[in-house]
């Protein structure tokens, strides 16, 4: 199947893919700041620029969009069917560096969460997803006060 955009008109899509501020992102971000928690933008000097950074946790979330990141076993992360190779090696590529970052981020001591964007698709997933990571995040502030690793 061919393209049925031009090239000047897909350079102009895909150029509007957002990296920060998405939809799923901001959505977390409103529930997360609603249970109080407070938290930090796009960790620039941290590996892999997590999306939010609790430096107080020392706990970063990253907000994977399921088509890019690959969700295993979600619908939203198709494969789509033109230019396939390309596709897939750009997909291998995303995860390949996704786990990389989180692995440098754990040498570094901090703890890794990854929420995916089908999870924070309706309100009503994004305050239950947010009060889910809120629980976990309250539960490494009650193992950093009780000296545990």
């Known amino acids: 199947m061919t393209d049925f955009l031009s090239?000047?008109?897909?350079?102009?899509?895909?150029?509007?893919?957002?990296?920060?501020?998405t939809q799923p992102e901001l959505a977390l971000r409103k529930v997360l700041h609603g249970l109080g928690l407070?938290?930090?933008?796009?960790g620039a000097g941290l590996p892999g620029k997590p999306d939010?950074?609790?430096?107080?946790y020392k706990a970063v979330v990253f907000v994977h969009g399921c088509f890019w990141h690959r969700h295993s076993g979600c619908k939203i992360a198709t494969t789509p069917k033109s230019n396939t190779p390309f596709w897939l090696e750009k997909f291998e590529k995303n995860v390949t560096r996704d786990a990389q970052?989180?692995?440098?981020?754990?040498?570094l001591g901090w703890t890794v969460l990854v929420v995916w964007e089908c999870e924070l698709a309706s309100a009503k997933k994004a305050q239950a997803t947010g009060k889910r990571l809120h629980e976990v995040?309250?539960?490494?502030?009650?193992?950093?006060a009780l000296n545990i690793n």
Do not use: C
């Open 7 to 21: 090239p000047a008109e897909r350079s102009d899509r895909m150029s509007r893919i957002r990296g920060k501020d």
């Open 38 to 42: 407070r938290y930090r933008l796009h």
């Open 52 to 56: 939010l950074v609790f430096p107080r």
């Open 101 to 107: 970052a989180a692995a440098d981020l754990q040498v």
């Open 137 to 144: 995040i309250r539960q490494l502030d009650q193992r950093k």
